[in-house]
């Protein structure tokens, strides 16, 4: 295992703000301006900041956001799905360019024993759980096998600090056989104490539930868990919290899906400690819901990829999916979330590039950023089973951008065959399988990475796009396993950290 590297002081910053510009000529910039290519690993250098910087999945508080990639499919000390992250550090350079840090079961203070089949990084989530500064690791281990039985599962919390990672807390052990603990996961502050708590999915029999493990995460703190809602022959397919209410505090977004049954709810956790219905739809996404400000009021609003119907239902928020659809849900400042309307966006709406076909998965996989820093929030819509040309599960991503409530977004596409993207568009490489959004090179502009877990054979890789500020940037490093060093990786970037 590679040791977590020393970085650059981080550098000076400014809160200046760019004016807000027209969003169809911003897409088109990044399209024009994202140069992909392929540069060499170097190792990291001077010491860490010394305070924290307090971003999100910065672990060791440099001022660079770091890429976390679950590899659940890894082999590790020879038993094979054992499962690791790798986690990519951000620098002056980006991603790629300033080593890596391998986190498993085997590592010294992180809870837990490795074991075939565990699947360790099946989830991931990043947030100060116990607000040091430092960002920490959250990783679901759904498989984990402990005393309740086979595959109870277990959430662990895994330190970081000044010098990297330093040791973990077990925050949920599953309490039941096949009880799935960890195969879903997200933070927020739910019970609005100052602490943050982890939401996570639960199995029994024939039913599901979500349940939040409050914060303090020390020794000794009450493990009780709070359940948020459950199904009896269906279960949560995705979680992603927001503060949808606009009361201040985080609510929790989950899409579920049963026999007969779909939908998408928000649910808040009141004073009393109940959890109550703010806002739901019978429509809902199998793998990716997103937060983001995409109309500019200050208000969250809720993104749904790749829209599935309710069966049972005559009626849906987009009649329209062939090949996948997004659907955008828009909060109100001083409202709740649906007060601004409603949109859908598919690869057949006005200036959104490419053509809708079936089997697409238009919106399978979503992140959100500030990519201009114009205060409205871009989507990055990931379609790892969209052919290009003739080869299929070649994989697409769109950077996208609201043109107001109601209306479509807008933006370019970008595959392994697009002008200065490295490599080549090959069947079953499913680039955009993940998507992921941060300031990995420290410049203020949040920068973009991809997935592509079927690159070299099943070995995987992640992209690497630095945002455009001042023109076009020079050629973007792809991250893979052979160039980190990396022993036993197997669908490398399938799973990406936010």
């Known amino acids: 295992m590679a040791s977590a590297p020393q970085h650059v002081r981080k550098p000076s910053r400014t809160s200046a703000r760019k004016p807000a510009r027209n969003k169809i000529l911003a897409a088109a910039a990044l ?29 060791n508080g440099d001022g660079y956001v770091d890429l976390a990639v ?3 499919d890894a082999t590790v000390s020879g038993k094979a799905k054992a499962g690791y992250v790798n986690v990519v550090w951000g620098g002056a350079n980006g991603l790629g360019r300033h080593g890596s840090t391998t986190v498993s079961q085997a590592t010294p203070g ?36 402990n005393s309740a039985g086979l595959a109870a599962g277990t959430v662990t919390v895994v330190w970081g600090s000044a010098s990297g990672f330093k040791g973990g807390f077990t925050a949920a052990n599953g309490d039941l056989s096949s009880a799935n603990y960890g195969a879903l996961l997200a933070t927020g502050d739910f019970d609005k104490d100052g602490d943050k ?26 493990a009780k868990l709070s359940r948020v809602d459950g199904w009896h022959f269906g279960g949560p397919s995705v979680l992603a919290s927001g503060d949808f209410d606009g009361d201040g505090g985080d609510d929790l977004a989950i899409s579920y899906k049963g026999m007969e ?45 790749d829209v599935q119907a309710n069966p049972e239902t005559e009626s849906t928020n987009c009649e329209d999916r062939l090949g996948g659809a997004v659907l955008t849900v828009f909060g109100k400042k001083g409202g709740k979330l649906g007060d601004g309307g409603h949109s859908c966006t598919t690869q057949g709406s006005p200036q959104v590039a490419g053509t809708p076909e079936a089997e697409d998965d238009f919106g399978a996989h979503l992140a959100v950023a500030n990519l201009d820093r114009d205060g409205i929030d871009e989507l990055v819509v990931g379609a790892d089973t ?19 409530t109601g209306q479509p977004f807008t933006g370019p596409s970008f595959s392994q065959n697009s002008a200065g993207v490295a490599g080549t568009a090959e069947a079953g490489d499913r680039f955009g399988a993940a998507v992921a959004t941060g300031d990995y090179n420290g410049d203020t502009y949040p920068d973009v990475a991809v997935g592509a877990p079927g690159e070299d054979e ?9 945002t455009p500020k001042d023109g076009p940037k020079p050629p973007v490093t792809s991250v893979t396993p052979g160039k980190l060093g990396l022993a036993g990786a197997r669908a490398y970037g399938g799973v990406l950290g936010r």
């Open 261 to 305: 049954i779909s939908g998408t709810t928000v649910r808040s956790r009141t004073a009393s400690g109940e959890w109550q219905t703010v806002w739901d739809t019978p429509d809902s996404s199998r793998t990716a819901l997103a937060t983001g400000d995409f109309d500019g009021d200050g208000s969250d609003d809720l993104a749904i990829g």
């Open 31 to 59: 399209c024009a301006a994202t140069a992909l290519g392929v540069t060499g690993l170097t190792a990291g250098g001077a010491s860490a900041a010394a305070q924290p910087s307090k971003l999100r999945a910065d672990y």
């Open 110 to 145: 992180v809870p837990g024993t490795v074991e075939a089949g565990d699947r360790f990084g099946t989830a991931l989530a990043s947030d100060d759980m116990n607000g040091d500064g430092y960002s920490d690791l959250v990783v679901g281990t759904p498989h984990e096998a």
């Open 70 to 72: 679950g590899v659940p």
């Open 458 to 466: 099943g070995k995987g890789g992640v992209w690497y796009a630095p």
């Open 386 to 404: 969209e052919a290009v040309g003739t080869a299929k599960d070649a994989g697409t991503y769109w950077v996208l951008a609201s043109l107001g």
């Open 197 to 222: 708590d982890i939401a996570f999915n639960s199995h029994f029999d024939e039913s599901s539930s979500v349940v939040v493990r409050s914060g303090p995460f020390t020794e000794g703190s009450s």
